[in-house]
Protein backbone atom coordinates (compact mmCIF):
# COMPACT_ATOMS: atom_id res chain seq x y z
CA UNK A 1 0.00 0.00 0.00
CA UNK A 2 1.49 3.37 -0.85
CA UNK A 3 2.25 5.98 1.93
CA UNK A 4 0.23 8.43 0.18
CA UNK A 5 -3.46 8.96 -1.53
CA UNK A 6 -1.92 11.83 -3.25
CA UNK A 7 1.44 11.95 -5.51
CA UNK A 8 3.66 12.72 -2.71
CA UNK A 9 7.41 11.66 -2.35
CA UNK A 10 7.54 8.40 -0.28
CA UNK A 11 10.60 8.23 -0.15
CA UNK A 12 10.82 11.88 1.49
CA UNK A 13 8.55 10.85 4.62
CA UNK A 14 8.22 8.66 7.79
CA UNK A 15 6.88 5.09 7.19
CA UNK A 16 5.97 4.75 10.51
CA UNK A 17 4.98 7.72 13.35
CA UNK A 18 4.50 7.39 17.12
CA UNK A 19 2.65 10.26 18.53
CA UNK A 20 2.96 10.49 21.58
CA UNK A 21 -0.02 12.96 24.01
CA UNK A 22 -3.40 12.90 21.83
CA UNK A 23 -4.69 15.85 23.05
CA UNK A 24 -5.58 19.34 21.00
CA UNK A 25 -2.24 19.01 19.20
CA UNK A 26 -1.29 15.37 19.32
CA UNK A 27 -4.35 14.49 17.93
CA UNK A 28 -4.81 17.55 15.43
CA UNK A 29 -1.50 16.26 13.58
CA UNK A 30 -3.15 12.71 13.62
CA UNK A 31 -6.18 13.73 11.75
CA UNK A 32 -3.90 16.18 9.63
CA UNK A 33 -1.81 13.44 8.47
CA UNK A 34 -4.94 11.00 7.23
CA UNK A 35 -7.23 14.03 5.85
CA UNK A 36 -3.61 14.77 3.61
CA UNK A 37 -3.63 11.02 2.61
CA UNK A 38 -1.15 9.50 4.99
CA UNK A 39 -1.36 5.55 4.82
CA UNK A 40 1.47 4.97 6.99
CA UNK A 41 1.52 3.29 10.25
CA UNK A 42 0.54 6.04 13.23
CA UNK A 43 0.77 4.72 16.68
CA UNK A 44 -1.14 6.67 19.12
CA UNK A 45 0.21 6.96 22.64
CA UNK A 46 -1.81 8.52 25.72
CA UNK A 47 -1.96 7.53 29.33
CA UNK A 48 -5.51 9.05 29.67
CA UNK A 49 -8.09 5.74 29.23
CA UNK A 50 -11.10 8.08 27.41
CA UNK A 51 -8.58 9.77 25.25
CA UNK A 52 -7.24 6.77 24.09
CA UNK A 53 -10.82 5.24 23.72
CA UNK A 54 -11.81 8.59 21.41
CA UNK A 55 -8.49 7.91 19.11
CA UNK A 56 -9.74 4.22 18.59
CA UNK A 57 -13.34 5.03 17.71
CA UNK A 58 -11.78 7.55 15.03
CA UNK A 59 -10.13 4.72 13.48
CA UNK A 60 -7.09 7.14 12.38
CA UNK A 61 -4.50 5.21 14.49
CA UNK A 62 -3.58 2.07 13.75
CA UNK A 63 -2.30 1.33 17.41
CA UNK A 64 -3.54 3.27 20.57
CA UNK A 65 -2.32 2.20 23.63
CA UNK A 66 -1.19 3.49 27.13
CA UNK A 67 2.32 4.82 27.56
CA UNK A 68 3.16 1.05 29.70
CA UNK A 69 2.58 -0.83 26.20
CA UNK A 70 5.97 1.06 25.42
CA UNK A 71 7.82 0.64 28.35
CA UNK A 72 7.17 -3.19 28.11
CA UNK A 73 8.06 -3.13 24.33
CA UNK A 74 4.95 -4.10 22.92
CA UNK A 75 5.26 -1.00 20.74
CA UNK A 76 7.40 -1.16 16.97
CA UNK A 77 10.08 1.04 16.71
CA UNK A 78 9.43 4.38 15.14
CA UNK A 79 10.49 6.08 12.07
CA UNK A 80 9.67 9.80 13.88
CA UNK A 81 8.78 10.02 17.74
CA UNK A 82 6.53 13.03 17.76
CA UNK A 83 6.04 14.13 22.12
CA UNK A 84 3.30 16.05 22.42
CA UNK A 85 3.11 16.61 26.08
CA UNK A 86 3.23 19.43 27.95
CA UNK A 87 6.55 21.03 28.76
CA UNK A 88 6.25 19.59 32.60
CA UNK A 89 6.19 15.94 31.05
CA UNK A 90 9.03 15.72 28.41
CA UNK A 91 11.83 15.00 30.49
CA UNK A 92 9.81 11.98 31.71
CA UNK A 93 8.48 10.97 28.77
CA UNK A 94 12.20 10.92 27.45
CA UNK A 95 12.96 8.37 29.77
CA UNK A 96 10.37 5.43 28.36
CA UNK A 97 10.83 5.93 24.64
CA UNK A 98 14.20 3.76 24.36
CA UNK A 99 12.66 0.94 23.17
CA UNK A 100 10.89 3.00 20.32
CA UNK A 101 14.42 4.39 18.50
CA UNK A 102 15.35 2.75 15.80
CA UNK A 103 18.69 3.12 13.80
CA UNK A 104 17.26 6.21 11.91
CA UNK A 105 14.74 7.39 14.40
CA UNK A 106 14.45 11.09 14.58
CA UNK A 107 12.70 12.25 17.94
CA UNK A 108 11.05 15.86 17.93
CA UNK A 109 7.99 17.82 20.08
CA UNK A 110 6.16 20.56 19.94
CA UNK A 111 7.16 22.49 22.95
CA UNK A 112 6.99 26.29 23.36
CA UNK A 113 9.98 26.53 24.28
CA UNK A 114 13.47 24.43 22.82
CA UNK A 115 16.44 25.08 24.64
CA UNK A 116 15.55 23.08 27.85
CA UNK A 117 13.83 20.60 25.60
CA UNK A 118 17.33 20.45 23.46
CA UNK A 119 19.55 20.32 26.77
CA UNK A 120 17.10 17.54 28.14
CA UNK A 121 17.84 14.97 25.55
CA UNK A 122 21.19 15.54 25.27
CA UNK A 123 21.45 15.22 29.10
CA UNK A 124 19.29 11.74 28.93
CA UNK A 125 20.83 10.03 26.28
CA UNK A 126 24.60 9.01 26.01
CA UNK A 127 24.47 7.89 22.42
CA UNK A 128 23.76 10.39 19.23
CA UNK A 129 20.33 10.54 19.07
CA UNK A 130 18.31 12.63 16.19
CA UNK A 131 16.33 15.20 17.58
CA UNK A 132 14.90 18.40 16.14
CA UNK A 133 12.64 20.48 18.08
CA UNK A 134 9.27 21.24 17.02
CA UNK A 135 6.62 23.80 17.69
CA UNK A 136 3.27 24.80 16.04
CA UNK A 137 1.96 28.33 16.05
CA UNK A 138 -1.42 27.04 16.29
CA UNK A 139 -3.49 26.13 19.66
CA UNK A 140 -7.21 26.42 20.58
CA UNK A 141 -8.80 27.65 23.81
CA UNK A 142 -10.34 23.83 23.56
CA UNK A 143 -8.04 21.19 24.90
CA UNK A 144 -8.68 17.26 24.09
CA UNK A 145 -8.98 15.12 21.05
CA UNK A 146 -12.63 15.74 21.09
CA UNK A 147 -11.31 18.94 19.62
CA UNK A 148 -8.31 18.40 17.99
CA UNK A 149 -8.98 19.26 14.43
CA UNK A 150 -7.30 18.33 10.78
CA UNK A 151 -6.72 21.93 9.62
CA UNK A 152 -5.89 23.39 13.14
CA UNK A 153 -2.06 23.85 10.89
CA UNK A 154 -3.08 25.20 8.03
CA UNK A 155 -0.68 28.28 7.56
CA UNK A 156 0.69 28.47 10.68
CA UNK A 157 4.16 28.93 11.16
CA UNK A 158 5.92 25.66 12.67
CA UNK A 159 9.27 26.45 14.13
CA UNK A 160 12.08 23.70 13.74
CA UNK A 161 15.06 23.56 15.96
CA UNK A 162 18.02 21.56 14.72
CA UNK A 163 19.57 19.54 17.01
CA UNK A 164 23.58 18.31 17.34
CA UNK A 165 22.86 15.14 15.83
CA UNK A 166 20.26 15.07 12.97
CA UNK A 167 21.43 14.95 9.42
CA UNK A 168 20.19 16.63 6.37
CA UNK A 169 17.67 14.00 5.34
CA UNK A 170 15.74 13.89 8.81
CA UNK A 171 15.15 17.67 8.82
CA UNK A 172 14.03 17.33 4.91
CA UNK A 173 11.77 14.94 6.27
CA UNK A 174 10.23 16.66 9.12
CA UNK A 175 10.07 20.23 6.41
CA UNK A 176 7.96 17.50 4.20
CA UNK A 177 5.73 16.49 7.45
CA UNK A 178 4.81 20.21 8.23
CA UNK A 179 4.03 21.28 5.32
CA UNK A 180 1.80 17.82 4.47
CA UNK A 181 -0.18 19.07 7.52
CA UNK A 182 -0.56 22.59 6.26
CA UNK A 183 1.82 24.60 8.06
CA UNK A 184 4.72 26.89 7.52
CA UNK A 185 8.07 25.44 8.19
CA UNK A 186 10.59 28.27 9.77
CA UNK A 187 14.44 26.62 10.80
CA UNK A 188 15.99 28.11 13.15
CA UNK A 189 18.24 27.85 16.51
CA UNK A 190 17.12 26.91 20.16
CA UNK A 191 18.09 30.35 21.60
CA UNK A 192 16.93 31.99 18.59
CA UNK A 193 13.56 30.58 18.99
CA UNK A 194 13.45 31.23 22.55
CA UNK A 195 14.01 34.81 22.43
CA UNK A 196 11.73 35.52 19.71
CA UNK A 197 8.94 33.81 21.78
CA UNK A 198 9.76 35.48 25.06
CA UNK A 199 8.85 38.89 23.32
CA UNK A 200 6.19 37.60 21.02
CA UNK A 201 4.33 35.21 23.19
CA UNK A 202 5.21 35.17 26.88
CA UNK A 203 5.50 38.31 27.37
CA UNK A 204 2.24 39.59 26.10
CA UNK A 205 1.02 36.84 28.26
CA UNK A 206 2.39 38.01 31.46
CA UNK A 207 1.80 41.37 30.52
CA UNK A 208 -2.42 40.54 30.16
CA UNK A 209 -2.17 38.82 33.14
CA UNK A 210 -0.56 41.93 34.98
CA UNK A 211 -3.26 44.31 33.76
CA UNK A 212 -6.22 42.24 35.09
CA UNK A 213 -3.98 41.94 38.34
CA UNK A 214 -3.57 45.88 37.83
CA UNK A 215 -7.19 46.46 37.72
CA UNK A 216 -8.27 44.34 40.65
CA UNK A 217 -6.36 46.37 43.04
CA UNK A 218 -6.56 49.81 41.63
CA UNK A 219 -10.87 49.76 41.24
CA UNK A 220 -13.78 48.53 42.40
CA UNK A 221 -14.85 44.88 41.41
CA UNK A 222 -18.07 46.23 39.64
CA UNK A 223 -15.93 48.56 37.58
CA UNK A 224 -15.09 45.23 35.16
CA UNK A 225 -19.01 45.91 33.32
CA UNK A 226 -17.66 49.25 31.82
CA UNK A 227 -14.14 47.85 29.90
CA UNK A 228 -14.08 47.99 26.46
CA UNK A 229 -12.60 46.44 23.55
CA UNK A 230 -9.59 47.51 24.43
CA UNK A 231 -9.09 46.29 27.98
CA UNK A 232 -11.17 43.11 26.72
CA UNK A 233 -8.99 42.35 23.90
CA UNK A 234 -5.55 42.98 25.47
CA UNK A 235 -6.13 40.56 28.20
CA UNK A 236 -8.05 38.00 26.27
CA UNK A 237 -4.67 35.73 26.23
CA UNK A 238 -4.68 36.04 30.34
CA UNK A 239 -7.41 33.10 30.04
CA UNK A 240 -4.38 30.53 29.15
CA UNK A 241 -4.27 27.18 31.01
CA UNK A 242 -1.77 28.22 34.47
CA UNK A 243 -0.15 25.25 34.66
CA UNK A 244 0.50 25.52 30.51
CA UNK A 245 1.92 28.52 31.09
CA UNK A 246 4.13 28.29 34.51
CA UNK A 247 5.65 25.71 32.59
CA UNK A 248 6.56 27.71 29.68
CA UNK A 249 7.35 30.76 32.23
CA UNK A 250 9.57 28.16 34.03
CA UNK A 251 11.10 26.68 31.20
CA UNK A 252 12.06 29.83 29.50
CA UNK A 253 13.07 32.44 32.65
CA UNK A 254 15.84 33.89 32.20
CA UNK A 255 15.02 35.43 28.56
CA UNK A 256 11.44 36.26 29.79
CA UNK A 257 13.29 38.00 32.49
CA UNK A 258 15.35 40.15 30.01
CA UNK A 259 12.04 40.73 28.64
CA UNK A 260 10.45 41.92 31.32
CA UNK A 261 13.58 44.43 32.08
CA UNK A 262 12.80 45.49 28.95
CA UNK A 263 9.30 46.56 28.79
CA UNK A 264 9.77 48.25 32.72
CA UNK A 265 12.25 50.09 31.11
CA UNK A 266 9.76 51.29 27.93
CA UNK A 267 7.29 51.94 30.88
CA UNK A 268 9.40 54.00 32.60
CA UNK A 269 10.51 55.96 29.67
CA UNK A 270 6.87 57.05 29.08
CA UNK A 271 6.42 57.62 32.73
CA UNK A 272 9.25 60.20 32.80
CA UNK A 273 7.93 61.78 29.64
CA UNK A 274 4.62 62.18 31.31
CA UNK A 275 5.85 63.56 34.36
CA UNK A 276 7.87 66.54 32.67
CA UNK A 277 4.95 67.56 30.21
CA UNK A 278 6.98 66.36 27.13
CA UNK A 279 4.10 66.64 24.99
CA UNK A 280 5.73 66.32 21.19
CA UNK A 281 8.18 63.49 22.72
CA UNK A 282 5.41 61.81 23.70
CA UNK A 283 3.60 62.01 20.24
CA UNK A 284 6.49 61.07 18.46
CA UNK A 285 6.94 58.28 20.62
CA UNK A 286 3.48 57.13 19.58
CA UNK A 287 3.80 57.80 16.17
CA UNK A 288 7.07 55.51 16.29
CA UNK A 289 5.10 52.90 18.01
CA UNK A 290 1.92 53.15 15.60
CA UNK A 291 4.14 52.85 12.23
CA UNK A 292 5.38 50.10 13.65
CA UNK A 293 2.17 48.24 15.02
CA UNK A 294 0.92 49.09 10.98
CA UNK A 295 3.51 47.29 9.52
CA UNK A 296 2.96 43.94 11.58
CA UNK A 297 0.23 42.48 8.93
CA UNK A 298 2.55 42.45 6.14
CA UNK A 299 5.76 40.89 8.28
CA UNK A 300 6.72 37.29 7.80
CA UNK A 301 9.58 35.44 9.08
CA UNK A 302 11.13 35.29 5.03
CA UNK A 303 10.85 37.06 2.33
CA UNK A 304 9.96 33.83 1.27
CA UNK A 305 6.41 33.84 3.05
CA UNK A 306 5.74 37.62 2.91
CA UNK A 307 2.34 38.59 2.24
CA UNK A 308 0.19 41.31 0.38
CA UNK A 309 -2.93 42.99 2.43
CA UNK A 310 -5.72 44.88 1.78
CA UNK A 311 -7.88 46.45 4.15
CA UNK A 312 -11.59 46.61 3.30
CA UNK A 313 -13.54 48.98 5.23
CA UNK A 314 -16.88 47.28 5.96
CA UNK A 315 -19.83 47.69 6.92
CA UNK A 316 -20.39 45.20 10.47
CA UNK A 317 -23.22 43.27 9.46
CA UNK A 318 -23.97 39.64 9.11
CA UNK A 319 -22.66 37.86 6.08
CA UNK A 320 -20.26 41.00 5.16
CA UNK A 321 -17.34 38.95 5.51
CA UNK A 322 -19.04 35.41 3.56
CA UNK A 323 -19.63 38.02 0.64
CA UNK A 324 -16.47 39.13 0.42
CA UNK A 325 -14.29 36.13 0.71
CA UNK A 326 -17.00 34.21 -1.69
CA UNK A 327 -16.73 36.61 -4.08
CA UNK A 328 -13.03 35.84 -4.12
CA UNK A 329 -13.46 31.95 -4.00
CA UNK A 330 -15.45 32.51 -6.81
CA UNK A 331 -12.64 33.88 -8.96
CA UNK A 332 -10.32 31.63 -7.91
CA UNK A 333 -8.33 34.36 -5.96
CA UNK A 334 -6.43 32.60 -2.77
CA UNK A 335 -6.81 34.55 0.47
CA UNK A 336 -3.84 33.45 2.81
CA UNK A 337 -4.75 35.36 5.96
CA UNK A 338 -7.59 37.25 7.57
CA UNK A 339 -7.46 39.21 10.47
CA UNK A 340 -10.64 41.16 11.95
CA UNK A 341 -9.87 44.70 13.34
CA UNK A 342 -11.51 44.76 16.44
CA UNK A 343 -10.30 48.75 17.84
CA UNK A 344 -13.27 50.28 16.46
CA UNK A 345 -13.30 53.81 17.65
CA UNK A 346 -12.17 55.07 14.26
CA UNK A 347 -12.85 52.41 11.47
CA UNK A 348 -16.05 49.87 12.21
CA UNK A 349 -15.88 46.29 10.84
CA UNK A 350 -12.53 47.01 9.23
CA UNK A 351 -10.96 42.90 7.54
CA UNK A 352 -7.67 42.64 6.46
CA UNK A 353 -7.21 40.01 3.79
CA UNK A 354 -3.84 38.97 2.95
CA UNK A 355 -2.93 37.50 -0.19
CA UNK A 356 0.89 35.37 -1.21
CA UNK A 357 1.86 37.77 -4.25
CA UNK A 358 1.48 41.15 -5.42
CA UNK A 359 -0.89 40.27 -8.70
CA UNK A 360 -3.45 38.85 -6.35
CA UNK A 361 -3.67 41.67 -4.17
CA UNK A 362 -4.39 43.66 -6.99
CA UNK A 363 -7.14 41.37 -8.54
CA UNK A 364 -8.83 40.87 -5.64
CA UNK A 365 -8.81 44.76 -5.26
CA UNK A 366 -10.38 44.97 -8.96
CA UNK A 367 -12.61 42.24 -8.00
CA UNK A 368 -14.20 44.09 -4.85
CA UNK A 369 -14.20 47.52 -6.43
CA UNK A 370 -15.96 46.18 -9.34
CA UNK A 371 -18.70 44.36 -7.02
CA UNK A 372 -18.92 47.59 -4.92
CA UNK A 373 -18.63 45.96 -2.04
CA UNK A 374 -16.98 47.91 0.14
CA UNK A 375 -14.22 50.93 0.33
CA UNK A 376 -10.43 49.39 0.05
CA UNK A 377 -6.73 50.53 0.58
CA UNK A 378 -3.79 49.09 1.01
CA UNK A 379 -2.11 49.16 4.62
CA UNK A 380 1.38 50.91 3.95
CA UNK A 381 4.50 49.76 6.41
Not at 85 to 114: A, F, W
Not at 139 to 160: H, K, Q, T, V, W
Not at 326 to 340: C, E, P, S, T
Amino acid sequence: MPLFSQALDEDAFFKSIVVIGLGLIGGSIVKALRLKGYTGKIIGIDSNQSTREQAMTSGLCDEVVAIEAVTTGKVDKADLILLAVPLGRVKETLKQINVLIGTDTLITDVGSVKTTVHQMFNDLFETKLAFIGGHPMAGSDRMGFSNASPILFENAYYFLTKGSYHNASHLEKLIAFVKLIGAIPVVTMPKEHDELVARLSHLPHLTACALVNTFVQRLPEDALKYAGGGFRDTTRIAMGDPRLWRDIFTHNKSLLAESIDGLIDELQKVKSLLLTDQQDEIKAHLGKTQKIRAGLVARRPSEEFSLYPLKLDVEDKPGILAAVTGLLAKKQVNIKDIALDHARERMPGALILSFASENERIRAMQLITEDNLCKIFIEQD
